[in-house]
């Protein structure tokens, strides 16, 4: 059984940083992508950035590059979001995602619609950031 668990998300005030985290577990994590999308309401999820945990290549959206950072600690299957310089804007449920076998959709997650190669997906953990 695929389970992503989410953690780390809450409120900052514009500027600050938050980290997040995803505890992958029941699939083949060594040859996977996963990714983190967000939500915010009214809003389309869209993909912010995605890791291939086996060889460690990243992919951002043109919004978060530069500010946001994705890592992955393969011996806790564990993957972090590192968000740094937060706006207003970034408010939103983060979603961690993942796709095993293949990880060729780390290439697109920045793609309109691209929620549709990942079939796993965690809870969410809600970001907030005041201005």
């Known amino acids: 059984q695929v389970q992503l668990v989410e953690s780390g998300g809450g409120s900052v005030q514009a500027g600050g940083s938050l980290r997040l985290s995803c505890a992958a577990s029941?699939?083949?994590?060594?040859?996977?992508?996963i990714s983190w999308f967000r939500q915010a309401p009214g809003k389309e999820r869209e993909g912010v950035a995605a890791i291939v945990t086996s060889g460690a290549n990243t992919y951002y959206a043109d919004s978060v590059k530069g500010r946001f950072t994705i890592s992955a600690d393969n011996a806790k299957n564990t993957v972090y979001l590192q968000m740094n310089s937060l706006k207003p804007e970034d408010t939103a449920m983060y979603y961690c995602?993942?796709?095993?076998?293949?990880?060729?959709?780390?290439?697109?997650?920045?793609?309109?619609?691209?929620?549709?190669?990942?079939?796993?997906w965690g809870q969410g953990t809600q970001v907030t950031v005041s201005s």
């Open positions: 995602a993942a796709v095993s076998t293949n990880p060729w959709p780390c290439r697109v997650v920045a793609a309109s619609n691209s929620r549709k190669w990942f079939p796993f």
């Open positions: 029941g699939y083949t994590y060594s040859t996977s992508c």
